[in-house]
């Protein structure tokens, strides 16, 4: 998934807690912009919320990109962090699998759930990369 084509909108930079907020309200605000259901907003906004969070607490921070996608009709985003990177994607990815505790592990496997399409890339010592679209509507 590449962004190429797709018109950078905004970009933030993720430092502390607010910046969720931040990332929340932008993100919103674009899927508002390509005529999004208050339904789809909900979904894709709680999607990027998981990751955004999980550069924050993770990786101690990183970058938020915000596309709107070449039919208009979609958003795009590319969250990207310098942190130590996830070791096993597949269990990472899994309901359950934290490395927090006192968390429900849902994270990621939720954000996947909620977007249209969902890829990531992490390896220990370089970060993490996670790219998600979501529909502004079901058709
Ligand atoms: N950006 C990241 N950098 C490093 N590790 C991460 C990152 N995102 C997720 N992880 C790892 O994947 C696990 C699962 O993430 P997630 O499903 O969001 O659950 P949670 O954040 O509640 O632990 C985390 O506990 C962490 O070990
Ligand atoms: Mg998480």
Redesign the pocket.
């Known amino acids: 998934m590449v962004f190429d084509e797709a018109d950078r909108i905004a970009t933030i930079e993720l430092e502390q807690d607010r910046d969720v907020v931040r990332a929340r309200s932008r993100v919103a605000d674009a899927m508002k912009e390509c005529g999004s259901s208050e339904l789809m907003q909900t979904r894709f906004v709680t999607a990027v919320s998981?990751v955004v969070r999980?550069?924050l607490?993770?990786?101690g921070g990183g970058t938020l990109a915000i596309y709107a996608m070449p039919n208009k009709r979609q958003v795009g985003i590319e969250c990207r962090?310098c942190?130590?990177?996830?070791e096993d994607i597949d269990a990472?990815m899994a309901d359950g699998?934290?490395?927090?505790r006192g968390?429900?592990?849902?994270?990621?496997?939720g954000a996947k759930r909620l977007s249209k399409t969902f890829a990531i890339d992490?390896s220990p010592g370089k970060g993490?990369t996670v790219r998600m679209i979501g529909a502004c509507s079901l058709r």
């Open positions: 998981e999980n550069a607490t993770h990786a962090d942190g130590k990177g996830i990472a699998f934290t490395t927090r968390s429900m592990g849902r994270g990621l496997g992490s993490t």
